[in-house]
Nanobody, 120 residues
Framework: QVQLVESGGGVVQAGGSLRLSCAAA??????????MGWYRQAPGKQRELVAT???????NYAVSVKGRFTISRDNGKNTVYLQMNSLKPDDTGVYYC????????????WGQGTQVTVSS
């Protein structure tokens, strides 16, 4: 298991911004070869994919966040980021970092989550 620690969550008004960070306790090689992503889960809802970034930095976004959120990675810091702009109350939930290391370790890893609350 790769330890993933999220940070940067908090309470923000609608229209505001937050930047989430996910630090991975892994070797540089393992992190570099892992595909990373962010998921979120609102109260009473299923966990949903927000954004992904591959080992080659190809990105993909849920339709609901496209144009507002940006996922990025810093392989030198073993960290993946989620910049969230123009936040809406529907963005409220627990955000989880995910590492797809199946190609290098044969495992997936999840962080413990960080709470994001967007007030109207």
């Amino acid at each position: 298991q790769v330890q993933l620690v999220e940070s940067g969550g908090g309470v923000v008004q609608a229209g505001g911004s937050l930047r989430l960070s996910c630090a991975a306790a892994a070797s540089g090689r393992i992190f570099r070869l892992s595909n990373m992503g962010w998921y979120r889960q609102a109260p009473g809802k299923q966990r949903e994919l927000v954004a992904t970034i591959t080992s080659s930095s190809t990105t993909n976004y849920a339709v609901s966040v496209k144009g507002r959120f940006t996922i990025s990675r810093d392989n030198g810091k073993n960290t993946v980021y989620l910049q969230m702009n123009s936040l809406k109350p529907d963005d409220t939930g627990v955000y989880y970092c995910y590492a797809d290391s199946r190609g290098v370790l044969g495992i997936d890893s999840w962080g413990q989550g960080t709470q994001v609350t967007v007030s109207s």
